[in-house]
């Protein structure tokens, strides 16, 4: 029994040392590998990519739109005090309370799903998450302190200042008509204006990535990049307003996030020398079911949790 379970176990361990099987494997997966060359040649596209976004003049030219945050001062460690928190995420909202000390933290948290309101005016979805700002601070017994609140998109936002940020494109699981031509802020402060059960203080948006670099910050001063890599793909970055061509207005100091929506990168069609036929096949189904864009095909999980 012992000879027979051992020459089972030797053919085995021949079958998967054989030459032809590791050889085949090779080159099934060598499409995969990508040359030191081809990794330079993608890094100058970007750079010629984020170059044309930062352009006032050839901004709409390029797929990595560098949004400007207008975020120019950054966390230190030593912030005090109490933070409410929206967090808006495909079809969940997320209501925070965030209470910092100096290099230390405490957050509460409570899910709502939000619901589909293609077919509403687009005031009915900030009204909802003033609804759910509500039931949070009553649960947590906030409605009258007027705490400073955040209001987090995972999604491009067109930022004019700190307080005018406007959805430049729809997103289909989430923003709904009209949307795109509003001051998210000051739809947000009506909504809440609206009911008799909560009140604010000062209210700003920004872009989930954004919001990751300045917790970075906070933890680390040295922090300049914050990359988010889920279902979709984004780097924000800390840039030189010098060098930041679509900013308006006057700096208050000499560096702002940039959000570079770069999950757009090759939309115009510099990355379609990398698909390999895994790509090609995966992209063609995905993007028949759920109109998935290349973007997100060769550089996030959005495919793969498909």
């Known amino acids: 029994m012992a000879d027979q379970s051992a020459d089972q176990h030797s053919s085995i361990s021949s079958f998967y ?7 085949g494997v090779y080159d099934c997966c060598s499409a995969l590998f990508i040359s030191n060359d081809t990794i330079q040649e993608v890094m100058a596209k970007f750079l010629e990519d984020v170059n044309l976004g930062m352009n006032s ?41 965030l209470r910092l000390k100096p290099h230390q933290y405490d957050m509460s948290s409570k899910s709502f799903s939000l619901p589909k309101f293609e077919a509403y005016d687009s005031t009915d979805m900030f009204d909802f998450l003033a609804e759910c ?16 609140l955040g209001v987090a998109f995972f999604s491009p936002l067109l930022k004019k200042s700190l307080t005018f940020v406007q959805i430049p ?17 000051a739809m947000m402060r009506n909504s809440i204006a609206k009911r008799n059960d909560v009140f604010v203080g000062d209210i700003f948006a920004l872009n989930n990535t ?28 800390v840039e030189k307003i010098e060098h930041v061509g ?3 207005g006057e700096p208050t100091g000499n560096r702002v996030i940039i959000n570079t929506e770069c999950g757009a990168f090759g939309d115009d069609g510099k990355l379609s020398f990398l698909q390999t036929t895994f790509d090609k096949q995966v992209g063609n189904f995905i993007s028949l079911e759920t ?16």
């Open 17 to 23: 040392s054989s030459s032809n099987i590791r050889t």
């Open 57 to 97: 003049t050839n901004h709409d030219k390029s797929c990595v739109k560098c949004f400007v945050t207008y975020i120019e001062s950054f966390p230190n460690g030593h912030e005090r005090g109490r933070y409410l928190g929206i967090e808006v995420r495909g079809i969940q909202v997320r209501v925070i309370l």
């Open 133 to 148: 700002l509500a039931i949070f601070t009553k649960e947590h017994n906030l409605q009258e302190h007027n705490l400073p």
């Open 169 to 185: 494109q729809c997103n289909k699981d989430l923003f709904v008509r009209d949307s795109e031509k509003e001051n998210v802020v």
């Open 210 to 237: 954004a919001g990751t670099l300045l917790c970075g910050a906070w933890t680390d001063r040295s922090c300049l990049l914050a990359l988010y890599h889920g279902i979709g793909f984004n780097i924000c970055y």
């Open 246 to 248: 679509t900013y308006k």
């Open 291 to 306: 109109g998935a864009r290349q973007r997100h095909l060769l550089k996030s999980g959005g495919w793969g949790s498909r």
